[in-house]
């Protein structure tokens, strides 16, 4: 079995309808994929049901009715959106923050779930994660993932360490 055909089962459909947001993406300009499954591109992956995009705020509408007109349900926020199916475990997280807007010219194509992306460089997806990871509005279930995210991070790049907040980097250093 592939790593599709598992995630696909686990998800109901999540590989599906990652493949159908990709398609959906390519046809609106400059976007590129963050978040856990870009970490998972440069380090051991690790499971996760949401797939995190950056896309072009002019893009944005006619994007959203694109994925509405393929059956995903949109909620819009300040500075994101999110899209599902009604059946499918994967969420897809729309970043449409100022910050994020030059990600995508710094990208990489990389499998993910089958097909070819383009994935944010490894030092965007640093500062995504670090950004995420400092905002106290989110989950602390939800930050303490960024955190793993960026140690694991810092552990198979110990180069980037620099980059990131040093409360992660003593973690990894063993000090309190």
Request: aromatic share 8%; with cysteine.
């Amino acid at each position: 079995m592939t790593a599709e055909e598992v995630y696909e089962s686990v998800t109901n459909g999540g590989a599906t309808d990652f493949a159908a947001a990709v398609e959906i993406f390519e046809r609106f300009g400059p976007w590129c994929l963050i978040g856990g499954l870009a970490v998972n591109c440069y380090v051991e992956p690790v499971y996760t049901v949401d797939a995190d995009f950056v896309v072009v705020s002019s893009n944005l509408l006619n994007l959203q009715a694109a994925l509405t007109g393929a059956g995903f349900s949109l909620q819009t926020f300040a500075h994101s959106g999110n899209a599902k199916r009604p059946e499918s475990k994967l969420s897809l997280q729309l970043r449409t923050d100022v910050r994020y807007q030059d990600f995508p010219s710094r990208t990489e194509r990389r499998e993910v779930l089958g097909r070819m992306v383009p994935v944010a460089a490894l030092a965007d997806v640093v500062k995504g994660k670090v950004w995420a990871w400092q905002d106290e509005n989110r989950r602390l279930t939800k930050r303490k993932k960024d955190e793993l995210d960026l140690m694991r991070i810092a552990e198979a790049y110990p180069h980037l360490a620099a980059s990131m907040p040093v409360e992660i980097v003593r973690q990894l250093e063993g000090q309190p």
